[in-house]
């Protein structure tokens, strides 16, 4: 499947993923919304998107080891 430079984020429209994918790589940036962390990787690795936003931490859980492992 062609990726047409799409962004993979983890979430919806709205989601903190989002936020920092457009501060990223602009507003203009093609989203690919994902349910789990585990689909984000798995559209890049089947080239549905070019690359992802994938959080490997957050404030309240500390590291989010399982992403660890899917990096």
Known sequence: M???NKIAIQGIK???H???AE???GKSV???PC???DELVNSILDNSASQGI???E???AGSIIPNYALI
């Open 2 to 4: 062609e990726n047409n």
């Open 14 to 16: 709205g989601s903190y």
């Open 18 to 20: 989002h936020v920092v």
């Open 23 to 25: 501060l990223y790589f």
């Open 30 to 32: 093609k989203i690919l």
């Open 35 to 37: 349910s789990s962390f």
């Open 54 to 56: 994938m959080a490997i």
């Open 58 to 60: 957050n404030s309240i």
